[in-house]
């Protein structure tokens, strides 16, 4: 099993631009989510999923949109990068209530 | 607000101690609690997991317990180890299933 693969691991965007950072899982887990990590901040929750075609909103969900048309995969697309976006980025999934295996994780730099 | 907090956000330790990492919650209604550790510019990784109805969890040299009554949980590590600095984090599931991070404790373990 690969665990949970997070792609690219660093990104540079200019102000304004779009990305999607990929997220994809291979231990059939329903639960997925993805956190921004800033300094002093900890972990602070985007979105979530709790199965295919479910998802909601975390702590700090603007400026980003997620849909889960599969189990396995959740992807976070950024709409319009601002510098306060600037973040290390980490996906995990789960079996509801279980251990959460997170993502190597995505770097981004946003000027 | 449900919140999780880690103090003291940095400790140094002698090589060869025995020490313990704290972690408070605010709400008892709890899934479970997982103990991270993470490497500078790297992802997390699980240590342990504990359920709701457990008191305490073991692996190799760390343990950790959970009061869910008081709202705390600690990490025992013994006999620590240079390879034992990294960044320990504490994460709640709360009954909302939102998975809720503190902002860790930076360990050095000073050869």
């Known amino acids: 099993n690969a665990g949970v693969t997070q792609t690219p691991k660093f990104q540079v965007l200019k102000t304004g631009q779009s990305m999607t950072l990929q997220c994809a899982q291979d231990?059939?887990?329903?639960?997925m989510s993805w956190y921004r990590q800033d300094p002093g901040m900890g972990l602070r929750l985007i979105h979530y999923?709790?199965?295919?075609?479910?998802?909601d909103q975390g702590e700090v969900p603007n400026g980003y949109n997620v849909s889960r048309s599969t189990t396995e995969d959740f992807p976070l697309r950024l709409l319009s990068a601002a510098p306060s976006q600037t973040s290390v980025y980490f996906c995990?999934?789960?079996?509801?209530?279980?251990?959460?295996?997170f993502g190597q994780g995505t770097r981004l730099t946003v000027v | 607000k449900q919140e999780v907090t880690q103090i003291p956000a940095a400790l140094s330790v002698p090589e060869g101690e025995n020490l313990v990492l704290n972690c408070s919650f605010t709400d008892s209604a709890i899934y479970n609690l997982q103990w991270f550790r993470q490497d500078p510019g790297k992802g997390l990784t699980s240590l342990l997991l504990?359920?709701?109805?457990?008191r305490e969890q073991t692996s190799g040299r760390l343990n950790a317990s959970l009061d869910k009554s008081s709202g705390r949980s600690t990490l025992y590590i013994a006999a620590s180890q240079p390879g034992d600095s990294a960044t320990y984090l504490c994460?709640?599931?709360?009954?909302?299933?939102?998975?809720?991070f503190g902002t860790g404790t930076r360990l050095t373990i000073i050869p």
């Open positions: 994460a709640v599931l709360f009954g909302n299933e939102k998975l809720t």
């Open positions: 995990a999934s789960q079996l509801r209530g279980r251990e959460a295996f």
């Open positions: 231990m059939n887990h329903e639960y």
């Open positions: 999923s709790v199965g295919a075609g479910i998802t």
């Open positions: 504990i359920q709701s109805s457990q």
